[in-house]
């Protein structure tokens, strides 16, 4: 504790928020089964853990969004139940979702205001409000006029204005969900930066992140979920990286290693694509060629804006390119459907499983059959039969966690919603997979998981696979070749020999130390 | 929404179970509480003539929502079927007093199997129009399908200048007899009208439990682009649920003017309403993804079984309104009941 006490001099130890015995029971579900610990004024309290360990249910106890089953919560010593999110709120508790809750068309300074409006006689006070609204803009070192609507800013920008929401109702606990799963390298420093002022001022942070280094950075005290248990808790200076990761997956494993697979002759061929920008100039993806050998898998590097997300859709046929081929073994699909291009062979893991991944009013069988519909149709009628099959292989293959293909999708962990959709386009038997950002939002055990079958697969199947990531750690795992994006273009070429402080030098990303 | 499974309480408990019945078969409940209190309050109620009699009256929104339902699981809304049933009559009507070609100096009188088929050929047409206004033009369903109520209704008020088609019989020295065929005649007693509507469903609960398209109509109603990285056409299932949208009221078209030997032009009005309460009752969600033809059947039996009791029981028809009015909220109540948050 000297040590933490030495790093921050505002930091006092004491505890202002603890959980008692907490559990929390969805029917037969147990999501919490009996957690403890305490937050410290003035400090950081990061919780690690895998998805599905409790660390979301814990979140929304803690800002009373949940009640628990049983157990307590104790604010400054003394037993609390709040009424819900707002109640927690006026006790200074607030929240910063992983999922933005903003009002895209209404700008910057409603948007911080909303709810709690400055309010007068005569109506709203706009102009204080505006004034509040550029001094939090200015306080997290962010260009953002008041009056922008929220829709106009970058992902990024939206993760800003959410935390400046949460600064601006001067909570004295402050939670905040994967923060940074959206913010540049740049930003993420800010944000650090503004979360030591916070603490400095006697603000206690509460931290979740997947990103385990970056909360190292920044945490004073670290608490590890597993299963909905805590199985480890300990200050910053007792810990380091390897400790949190074994005591989150319970054992010691890496990402995986390139596979030996026999490499065959150009799967995938872009060649000089071109994808225009949606605002009308420029290109966000400029000129760009990449071949991807069959068994080859290759690993796309970049910051957010690189162009990595538009090359993928543009090469499965989401995006229109306005220049340049996509072929498959030589042959041209640049002008085919996307139903055109799996039947070919080429498909398309997207980026935000939610959105684009999974149908959430269906089962858990019914996604994971949705792209080779044509694979069990027997004239005009699907079989079922053919289809349980198509199904249970599939669950096998991608080893899905699940009560079988008659489950809701819902009722998956994120990881296992990820091998869901993994495993979908796999089902259409593809020569050559392309996934975006497969590691986004899942654990380091589930990441290790979808490694490794990719690996598997292009060695058994020699099946050319092209994934994104913006973890330099994940470049250095299964890849045979490492192709770092910048501005839509290929900034640099790497074999997996290299280091990761190469990589994120080519990236343009400043590497801070 | 790394912790989905958390969000979604799942039930434990023998009384949590019947409450969960309860819930999940609603509409078949509420369907068998209508015959009960109606059977108890009217001794002609409870006969299998009576039976028939409304169950050929529910044919007409059942054919309409059955249509509703594949636009509905779509996430889609079709406000033009009752115009379009309107429309779909008076062709009919029209097609049975003989098209008078000038230039040749002749009438023709179609036989009734290519009236009907004319007419269903019309609907196609007009949810044809729909759908390629919604999926190729992004015009938005609801105002898409707005403007077609009043179009449909337009064209059916200026064929016939605002008159009704009666006699629509036909003449045998004609060889067009037959048309009432649809609207009186039994087989094994039961009205052709709800013989139809049978077949139409087992047709349409066939092709969403069995085919590639159901598949596909479901998937794209739940997460349109999900489904579409996945290869789903999804532009050419969103044309082909309005055109059989537009069908199933042409179809119904048919049989109303058959059963009344007569097309008028605003022959179904806002029956479009109905046909929406009827799949909504069925605990098909609003949004997309949901539903089902079992559903659908019950919610249209328990408004035409409702409306008809009402009758029989000799309650104003200003109750009936306000009484069908409280079932589809209750409906809806209980559809976000089911689906909780995530329905949304």
């Known amino acids: 504790m000297t040590v933490q006490q030495a790093i921050r001099p505002g930091a006092t130890g004491e505890v202002v928020m603890s959980a008692r015995h907490v559990a929390k029971h969805y029917g037969a579900v147990k999501a919490l089964k009996g957690v403890n610990f305490d937050i410290h004024r003035g400090q950081v309290t990061t919780l690690f853990g895998e998805n599905g360990a409790g660390k979301s249910t814990l979140m929304k106890i803690l800002s009373g969004i949940v009640t628990p089953t049983s157990g307590q919560i104790l604010l400054d010593g003394q037993p609390v139940t709040f009424s819900g999110a707002n109640d927690a709120l006026a006790q200074g508790i607030s929240i910063i979702h992983q999922e933005l809750a903003l009002a895209p068309n209404l700008n910057v300074r409603d948007n911080i205001f909303m709810g709690r409006e400055i309010r007068t006689a005569r109506g709203v006070d706009f102009a204080e409000e505006e004034r509040v609204t550029r001094a939090l803009m200015e306080e997290l070192e962010e260009d953002i006029d008041p009056l922008t609507p929220v829709e106009e800013l970058r992902l990024g920008q939206q993760q800003i204005v959410e935390i400046a929401r949460a600064l601006q109702a001067r909570s004295r606990i402050l939670i905040m969900d994967e923060p940074t799963s959206a913010l540049s390298a740049s930003e993420v420093e800010v944000l650090f930066k503004v979360i030591n002022d916070l603490t400095a001022k006697g603000v206690s942070i509460v931290y979740i992140s997947h990103h385990l280094e970056e909360a190292l950075e920044v945490t004073d005290h670290a608490v590890v979920l597993r299963d909905g248990e805590m199985t480890a808790w300990a200050p910053r200076a007792e810990i380091d990286l390897e400790w949190i990761v074994r005591n989150m997956v319970g054992e010691n494993f890496d990402l995986g290693s390139p596979p030996e697979s026999e490499m065959g002759a150009p799967a995938l061929s872009i060649e000089e694509l071109c994808v225009p920008d949606p605002s009308g100039h420029g290109l966000v993806v400029d000129h760009m060629s990449l071949s991807v050998k069959a068994g080859e898998i290759v690993c796309i590097y970049g910051l957010m804006g690189a162009g990595r997300t538009e090359m993928m859709e543009c090469a499965a046929g989401r995006l229109a390119a306005s220049g340049g081929a996509v072929r498959l073994h030589g042959q041209d699909v640049s002008r085919l459907s996307i139903a055109q291009r799996i039947e070919a062979g080429l498909v398309l893991v997207p980026e935000d499983r939610q959105r684009d991944g999974l149908v959430q009013t269906m089962t858990v069988g019914q996604n994971l059959s949705l792209a080779s519909i044509g694979a069990f149709t027997r004239g005009l009628f699907t079989s079922r039969k053919a289809e349980r099959a198509v199904i249970e292989t599939s669950i096998r293959e991608v080893t899905v966690k699940t009560d079988g293909g008659g489950a809701m999708i819902g009722s998956l962990s994120g990881g296992n919603q990820q091998k869901v959709v993994i495993g979908k386009m796999l089902a259409t038997r593809p020569e050559v997979i392309l996934l975006d950002e497969p590691s986004r939002g899942i654990d380091i055990g589930a990441k290790a998981e979808v490694f490794k079958l990719l690996a598997e697969t292009a060695k058994q199947r020699g099946l050319a696979v092209v994934y994104t990531t913006s973890e330099v750690g994940e470049c250095l795992s299964i890849a045979h070749r490492i192709v770092v994006m910048h501005r839509g273009r290929i900034a640099a070429e790497f074999d997996h020999t290299a280091t990761k402080e190469q990589i994120m030098a080519a990236s343009g990303e400043a590497v801070h130390h | ?344």
């Not at chain 2, 794209?220 to 069908?247: D, H, M, Q, W």
């Open chain 2, 1 to 344: 929404m790394a912790d989905i499974t958390t969000s979604k309480p799942t039930t434990g408990g023998s009384s949590m179970n019947i409450g969960k019945i309860l819930l999940e078969g609603r509409a078949f409940f509420a369907l068998v509480a209508i015959i009960i209190v109606f059977s108890i309050l009217s001794p002609v109620y409870f006969s299998v003539g009576n039976f028939l009699i409304m169950s050929s009256h529910v044919a007409i929104f059942g054919l309409l929502a059955i249509g509703m339902l594949l636009v509905i699981l779509n996430g889609g809304i079709d406000l033009s079927v009752g115009s379009t049933l309107g429309l779909s009559g008076v062709v009919a009507g029209y097609l049975m007093q003989g098209v008078e070609i000038p230039a040749a100096g002749v009438i023709l009188y179609p036989p009734v199997w290519a009236v009907v088929l004319l007419t269903i050929c019309l609907g196609a047409f007009v949810g044809a129009i729909n759908g390629v206004l919604i999926a190729f033009f992004n015009v938005p369903a609801f105002v898409a399908t707005l403007g077609m109520l009043y179009v449909a209704r337009g064209v059916a008020l200026l064929m016939t200048n605002g008159l009704t088609y009666n006699n629509l019989g036909g003449d045998a020295a004609l060889g067009n007899t037959g048309f009432d065929w649809l609207g009186f005649n039994r087989i094994g007693g039961v009205p052709i009208g709800v013989i139809v509507l049978a077949l139409v469903a087992l047709t349409v609960g066939l092709v969403l439990a069995r085919t590639a398209f159901g598949r596909w109509l479901y998937a794209s109603g739940g997460n349109e682009r999900a489904a579409e990285l996945s290869g789903v056409p999804t532009r050419k299932v969103k044309v082909s649920v309005y055109v059989l949208s537009g069908i199933c009221a042409a179809i119904a078209g048919l049989v109303l003017s058959s059963q009344l030997t007569s097309a008028g032009p605003t022959a179904g009005t806002t029956y479009e309403l109905t046909a929406i309460a009827a799949v909504v009752i069925g605990g098909a969600a609003l949004t997309g993804g949901r539903g089902n033809v079992r559903g659908t059947m019950l919610g249209a039996f328990v408004i035409g079984f409702l409306s008809d009791g009402l009758v029989i029981i000799g309650v104003s028809a200003y109750w009936q309104t306000v009484f069908t009015g409280a079932v589809i909220v209750l409906a809806v109540l209980l559809n976000s009941l089911q689906y909780g948050r995530t329905g949304r």
